[in-house]
Each structure stands twice: as structure tokens, then as C-alpha cells.
């Protein structure tokens, strides 16, 4: 079956600019997940949806950070005035469920360059 | 919160045998192990949960220690397939909300 799907793939935008990332989560999964993932680096935990509701917004870096999801199936991240240090690749999971005992399903990535 | 994996890389030769470990400061409810090759997504390799049970997709076999709160991901007779970052996932809060290590880089051989 289908996959985690994200668009775009690569995202280039000058310094200051909104951009949206979108993903499709697997079909049936009622758990979303952002990460970001710097050159060389970790997953770092952004935000996570339990149908269309964000009990934890912990992990947005900055308040120029927001997420949606939109009946209970995509989503989209949203980053305004980007900045620099913003470059990352931004990875989607969805699993069935939030127990812990779910795995997580990653979709390909959105690589964002703000120059 | 974020686990500390070792060792930072490894270099082995096809057939030989590596144990990379995950250590959190926290306790914690399961751990997730995923492998990553460059240029490509994360993909599952196994679940460890709290009370001994597992569940994972490959011949990978792995430990989790809740009392040290530490997990151990074992290659045996390695592959070149082996070959990529792993990285694990802590979930200490019960609810699937996974803290990252850095990753070990795995590099197997001819």
C-alpha cells in the first residue's frame, strides 16, 4: 500500500519568506509526527497529532513554527520569516495509534534550504 | 532527554558481529530502532517495550534494560545491507512522543 508521502521534495526560499510542507500520512493512522533533521545530526521531535489535535507543542523551536491537520489525515507545517538556521530536512511519521508499542512509518523528507 | 548513542561509528567486515547501545537518563516506557542510508528515510527494525516484549521486522535481535534504562542493538554476521546510520528512539512518556540519539554510523565491508 501507499506510504507516507511529503511535498515538496526540496524547497529552496530566500531568508524571510512563508513556506508550507505538507504530508499524507498513511491511511488509517491516526498519529502524525514532525521531525527535523539537521546535516549529520538526529531526529529532533517537533510537533504530534493525535487525530487533528496537538497535545504537544513542545518542540516547536520558535513561535514562527505552526502545524495543522485537517480531518484526521494531512498535514501541514508551517514556518514563517524563515531564517537561515531553518535549513533542515523535514521528516513526517505516522503510526496506527500513540501507544508505545506502534512503530512510526517516515515518509522521504522535504529538504528546505533558506538562503 | 536525548539518549546518548555508542559508539559514534563503527567499521566491520562482512560476517563480523557489533553491538551498538542507546543510553537514556530517563526511565522509560520503550525503545525504537531505526536505520537510516543516506539520502533515504528512517525505517523501522524493532520495538522494545517495558516488561520484555519486542517486536521488529528483520533478524535483528536486540536488549533493553529497564532498570539501567539502556537498550543494545546486536549485528550478527553483518551485511553489506547492514550498512547506515541507527539511530533510537526513547519514549518515556508513554504516548509514542520518541526522543532521538545522534545515531551510530554503521560501515560494513567487503
Known amino acids: 500500500g501507499a506510504g507516507v508521502s511529503q511535498s515538496p521534495s526540496n524547497k529552496v526560499t530566500e531568508k524571510g519568506k512563508d513556506v508550507e510542507l505538507r504530508c499524507d500520512p498513511i491511511s488509517g493512522h491516526t498519529a502524525l509526527y514532525w521531525y527535523r533533521q539537521s546535516l549529520g545530526q538526529g531526529l529532533e521531535f517537533l510537533i504530534y497529532f493525535q487525530g487533528n489535535s496537538a497535545p504537544d507543542k513542545s518542540g516547536l523551536p520558535s513561535d514562527r513554527f505552526s502545524a495543522e491537520r485537517t480531518g484526521g489525515s494531512v498535514s501541514t507545517l508551517t514556518i514563517q520569516r524563515t531564517q537561515q538556521e531553518d535549513s533542515a530536512v523535514y521528516l513526517c511519521?505516522?503510526?496506527?495509534?500513540?501507544?508505545?508499542?506502534?512503530?512510526?512509518?517516515f515518509g522521504p523528507g522535504t529538504r528546505l534550504t533558506v538562503t | 532527554q536525548q539518549p546518548v548513542q555508542s559508539p559514534q561509528a563503527v567499521i566491520l567486515r562482512e560476517g563480523e558481529d557489533a553491538v551498538i547501545n542507546c543510553s537514556s537518563s530517563?526511565?522509560?516506557?520503550?525503545v525504537h530502532w531505526y536505520r537510516q542510508k543516506h539520502g533515504e528515510a528512517p525505517v523501522f527494525l524493532m520495538i522494545?517495550?517495558?516488561?520484555?516484549e519486542q517486536k521488529g521486522h528483520e533478524k535483528i535481535s536486540a536488549s533493553f534494560n529497564e532498570k539501567k534504562q539502556q537498550s543494545s542493538l546486536y549485528l550478527t554476521a553483518s551485511q553489506l545491507s547492514y550498512s547506515g546510520t541507527y539511530f533510537c528512539?526513547?519514549?518515556?512518556?508513554?504516548?509514542?512522543?520518541?526522543?532521538f540519539g545522534r545515531g551510530n554510523q554503521v560501515v560494513v565491508i567487503p
Open positions: 511519521a505516522s503510526s496506527l495509534g500513540l501507544a508505545e508499542s506502534y512503530e512510526q512509518y
Open positions: 522494545l517495550l517495558k516488561g520484555g
Open positions: 530517563k526511565a522509560l516506557y520503550s
Open positions: 528512539g526513547t519514549d518515556s512518556y508513554g504516548n509514542n512522543r520518541l526522543a
